[in-house]
T-cell receptor
Framework: QKEVEQNSGPLSVPEGAIASLNCTYS??????FFWYRQYSGKSPELIMS????GDKEDGRFTAQLNKASQYVSLLIRDSQPSDSATYLC???????????FGSGTKLNVKP | DVKVTQSSRYLVKRTGEKVFLECVQD?????MFWYRQDPGLGLRLIYF???????EKGDIPEGYSVSREKKERFSLILESASTNQTSMYLC????????????FGPGTRLLVL
């Protein structure tokens, strides 16, 4: 079992809709969670990090963490074609150097 | 802003060649990482370093070595390149304690013929 699991997609949403990306993790000791966006041929760029249960909002992005269910999600409101990319979920245990990455979910936002 | 740079964006090498990939960060971070990324396999950790001259193996260290002589520079070495090492190589640097986050360099796409 992989530490972090994501549906590979593709997830297709129309422009202006809410895109919902999901991620589960297996290590209950994980304390930090991250969402990265990766355009084709480019390196991952950090969108959001979340450490506490609940929601964290940043512009059109909302990260949600539920440690009891070991579940992390990313909502993208008012999706734009420029949001089309692969989204990577990552986790890390406190005081550990190693990050665990999911394989990514490909998002297509159709104009 | 954190800046992580990698020496090459694209490299073409021949089987058996020794290959050096260099990564430099300008934020005085102690922790640096080398990953490779392949379709369907995601990001896989090759090696990481938590200080100068200190290193730890990741999940797939075979066929690779690393060097960290200075804090800002972390090098990945392919001792004898093979075709199965054709991949995208990504270097990352991690912020210090507190909001510990990894930032990635632009990546090096390596083709081994």
């Amino acid at each position: 079992q992989k530490e972090v699991e994501q549906n590979s997609g593709p997830l297709s949403v129309p422009e202006g809709a809410i895109a919902s990306l999901n991620c589960t993790y297996s290590d209950r000791g994980s304390q930090s969670f991250f969402w990265y966006r990766q355009y084709s041929g480019k390196s991952p760029e950090l969108i959001m990090s979340i450490y506490s249960n609940g929601d964290k909002e940043d512009g059109r992005f909302t990260a949600q963490l539920n440690k009891a269910s070991q579940y992390v999600s990313l909502l993208i409101r008012d999706s734009q074609p420029s949001d089309s990319a692969t989204y990577l979920c990552a986790s890390r245990r406190y005081n550990f150097n190693k990050f665990y990455f999911g394989s990514g979910t490909k998002l297509n936002v159709k104009p | 802003d954190v800046k992580v740079t990698q020496s090459s964006r694209y490299l073409v090498k021949r089987t058996g060649e020794k290959v050096f990939l260099e990564c430099v960060q300008d934020m005085d971070h102690e922790n640096m990482f080398w990953y490779r990324q392949d379709p369907g396999l995601g990001l896989r950790l090759i090696y990481f370093s938590y200080d100068v001259k200190m290193k730890e193996k990741g999940d797939i260290p075979e066929g690779y070595s690393v060097s960290r002589e200075k804090k800002e520079r972390f090098s990945l070495i392919l001792e004898s390149a093979s075709t199965n090492q054709t991949s995208m190589y990504l270097c990352a640097s991690k912020t210090p304690r507190g909001l510990e986050t990894q930032y990635f360099g632009p990546g090096t796409r390596l083709l081994v013929l």
